[in-house]
């Protein structure tokens, strides 16, 4: 079985770890090194997580109570809760399947209240912001990029006139350091603000940090062909089911007391393990990726645009539930089912219609670059153009195709979202 969870993480990267767990000292050096590998202007902050630096950015700017924060549509729910924890109100603004902003939606979500957008690049792609940071500038609306799918680069500064860009180097992200992140912060004063806050937080202990490395070192190791198998096998007949378990072990956190979990600095060694990832990194990785993203494109009758690096690779079928067991049958651990949402709406008017039609009929394959061509040939050859949803499909305008159609969620009871 080609097991979908895969770590981007060799095994000499977490040895490392170790030993960096077991290095005393050197905080205050590791938190520059950190800093400059990434960046030589003094423009980013080091955290524990995209939550923890989102978390900051709005404690921080300490917003009235009731303001209206815009969020993609398609997030992942801690995004959500961060907001309402400050007393804000999150309010979806829809996508299509590429993650790609629909303005009119961003103009209807609008209203006195909006202080905030967030923009999430989704799936290794990249929103496009000219026409949003025109809008959100009109309204005098900071504009905040999650880039914590979207990393490519190391000292990516995102859109240049957007005022966040937070990158994610948490366990499932490419170059992962099992934790961290980059946030980008185009205000000194804000940066300030936040440096502040965050220098008076606990600081995530060593010992946590190696129980981290602990957790996955084993999963690295169970998610190897053969182990994974086994470990799937074994997981079934215990009567469990390998996708919520999945997904909860991957969790950067647990579901108890999240914000104080958040609020913490990241520890010396994964500071030292993240500039390690960033020195190191083997960028073919990522080229590999795209290149089979471009060619599993071609094989199905699908396009990306020029800059999507395929961090996953998302498929939108009629029947996601008969198409993901085809594909399990055949050896590919495909599912429906990922840790995002779609952001509640907050009034009738602001529904996002098509990030709810498309997630309902999403898939996501197995994926990672030590997949051989014939392996992702197999893989394409198993998906007809019959049980994809046209592009059109997608859009926003789609009320007859959406009720022709039922959802994902809906047809699978045995494992709902
Ligand atoms: C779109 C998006 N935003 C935010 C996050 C949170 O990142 P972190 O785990 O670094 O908090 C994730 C994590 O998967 C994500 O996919």
Redesign the pocket.
């Known amino acids: 079985m080609w097991i979908r969870l895969r770590l981007d993480i060799g095994w000499g990267d977490l040895v490392r770890g170790f030993f960096y767990c077991l290095k005393p000292g050197g905080r205050a050096q590791a938190v520059e090194r950190a800093r400059h590998a990434w960046s030589e202007k003094d423009d980013v902050l080091i955290p524990l997580?995209?939550?923890?630096g989102?978390d900051l950015v709005l404690r921080a700017l300490q917003l009235p109570p009731g303001s209206e924060v815009l969020l993609s549509a398609l997030?992942?729910p801690?995004?959500v809760r961060i907001v309402e924890f400050h007393g804000l109100i999150p309010v979806p603004v829809d996508t299509d399947e590429n993650g790609q902003i629909i303005l009119t939606s961003l103009c209807q979500a609008i209203t006195p209240q909006t202080r905030m957008v967030v923009v999430?690049h989704?799936f290794g792609g990249c929103a496009a912001l000219d026409d949003v940071l025109e809008i959100a500038r009109r309204h005098n609306l900071m504009v905040v990029e999650?880039c914590?799918?979207s990393f490519h680069r190391v000292g990516d500064s995102a859109h240049r006139a957007s005022d966040v860009a937070?990158f994610?180097?948490?366990p499932?992200?490419t170059a992962t350091a099992l934790?961290?992140?980059v946030i980008r912060v185009s205000s000194p004063e804000l940066r300030a603000s936040m440096v502040q806050l965050l220098n008076a937080d606990p600081i995530q202990s060593r010992a946590s940090f190696a129980r981290r490395l602990v957790r996955f070192t084993a999963l690295k190791f169970l998610s190897g062909r053969l182990a994974g198998t086994l470990f799937r096998w074994l997981v079934e007949c215990l009567g469990y089911d390998f996708d919520s378990l999945a997904n909860s072990v991957v969790k950067?956190f647990g579901a108890s007391d999240l914000m104080t979990q958040?609020r913490r600095q990241p520890s010396t060694p994964l500071l030292r393990l993240l500039r390690r990832r960033w020195q190191s990194y083997n960028f073919a990785r990522i080229e590999r990726r795209i290149r089979m993203g471009r060619h599993f494109d071609a094989r199905i009758g699908q396009s990306h645009a020029e800059a999507y690096s395929y961090w996953v690779y998302p498929v939108y079928v009629r029947e996601p539930v008969t198409v993901r067991d085809r594909l399990r049958s055949a050896g590919f651990d495909a599912t429906c089912r990922a840790?995002?949402t779609v952001v509640a709406a907050v009034d009738e008017s602001r529904v996002p219609t098509s990030a709810r039609f498309i997630w309902g009929h999403v898939m996501f394959l197995p994926w990672y670059p030590e997949m051989p061509d014939e392996v992702v040939d197999k893989m394409a050859s198993l998906i007809a153009p019959a049980d994809l949803i046209a592009a059109q499909q997608h859009k926003p305008t789609h009320t007859s195709v959406v009720a022709g159609l039922r959802p994902c969620h809906e047809r699978d009871r045995r494992s709902p979202e």
Do not use: P, Y
């Open positions: 997580s995209v939550r923890s989102f997030t992942v801690d995004m999430a989704l999650d914590a799918q937070m994610s180097f948490g499932i992200k934790g961290g992140a950067g958040l840790r995002m």
